[in-house]
C-alpha cells in the first residue's frame, strides 16, 4: 500500500528558508501535494506537482520532485511567522490521497 | 476550487450517541471522501461517497459504524455512531477539483 513519510519538526529562522522533506513509496503517483494546517484550522492546498515534472516555483514556494528516489521537498523562501503551521506531503493514487504524518514547522524570531 | 461548507464545526458529545456530519459542496463534484485526523495524527480516508451507490470503505472503516449518505451531486453526510472517547478526532470531507483536492473546514469532535 502507499506510504508517506515526513520529518516530524523543522524550527526556523525568521528570513530563512525552510525545506521539508517529503518521501514515497507508490510509484504510479500521478500528482504530488503539499498542504498547510494552521492550529484549529482545515486543510489548506498550497501547491502540487505533477509527476512528470521535477520543479515547480509559485512565489515564495518550490517544489522540488525526485521521481528516481521518490523524494519530494518543499522549499519556503523568506519564511515568515506566519508560515508557522504543520505541512503535510500527500500523493493521490488512483483517486484518493495518501497523507504523511505533517512536520511542524516553528518560525522563530 | 470547490467551496465546502461542513458543520458542525465542533461538539461535544455523550459516548453512546451518534453524531451526523454535513458537507455542501458549491458545484456538482463526482466523489466525496471523508477522513479522519485523531489528535497529533495525520489523516487517514474512512470512506469515498459516491451518489447513487453505496460508499466504499477503507481497511478498519465499515458501514455500521460510520454511515455515509451521498443523496445528490453536492451533499454528503458522515454519522459517527455509537460513540466512544476513541473516536474523537476532526473529521474531514474533501473534494477532487481541478488538480487539487479541498477540504472542508472539519469537524472537531470530542466524545465525553
Known amino acids: 500500500g502507499e506510504d508517506v513519510e515526513q520529518s516530524l519538526f523543522l524550527s526556523v529562522r525568521e528570513g530563512d528558508s525552510s525545506v521539508i522533506n517529503c518521501t514515497y513509496t507508490?510509484?504510479?503517483?500521478?500528482?504530488l501535494y503539499w498542504y498547510k494546517q494552521e492550529p484549529g484550522a482545515g486543510l489548506q492546498l498550497l501547491t502540487y506537482?505533477?509527476?512528470?515534472?521535477d520543479m515547480k516555483q509559485d512565489q515564495r514556494l518550490t517544489v522540488l520532485l525526485n521521481k528516481k528516489d521518490k523524494h519530494l521537498s518543499l522549499r519556503i523562501a523568506d519564511t515568515q511567522t506566519g508560515d508557522s503551521a504543520i505541512y503535510f506531503c500527500?500523493?493521490?493514487?488512483?483517486?484518493?490521497?495518501?497523507f504523511g504524518a505533517g512536520t511542524t514547522v516553528t518560525v522563530r524570531a | 476550487s470547490a467551496v465546502i461548507s461542513q458543520k458542525p464545526s465542533r461538539d461535544i458529545c455523550q459516548r453512546g450517541t451518534s453524531l451526523t456530519i454535513q458537507c455542501q459542496v458549491d458545484?456538482?463534484?463526482?466523489?466525496m471522501f471523508w477522513y479522519r485526523q485523531q489528535p497529533g495524527q495525520s489523516l487517514t480516508l474512512i470512506a469515498t461517497?459516491?451518489?447513487?451507490?453505496?460508499?466504499?470503505?477503507e481497511s478498519g472503516f465499515v458501514i455500521d459504524k460510520f454511515p455515509i449518505s451521498r443523496p445528490n451531486l453536492t451533499f454528503s453526510t458522515l454519522t459517527v455512531s455509537n460513540m466512544s472517547p476513541e473516536d474523537s478526532s476532526i473529521y474531514l470531507c474533501?473534494?477532487?477539483?481541478?488538480?487539487?483536492?479541498?477540504f472542508g473546514s472539519g469537524t472537531r469532535l470530542t466524545v465525553v
Open positions: 506537482i505533477f509527476s512528470n515534472m
Open positions: 474533501s473534494v477532487d477539483r481541478n488538480y487539487g483536492y479541498t
Open positions: 507508490d510509484s504510479s503517483s500521478t500528482y
Open positions: 458545484s456538482q463534484v463526482t466523489m
Open positions: 500527500a500523493e493521490r493514487g488512483d483517486y484518493k490521497l495518501s
Open positions: 461517497a459516491n451518489q447513487g451507490s453505496e460508499a466504499t470503505y
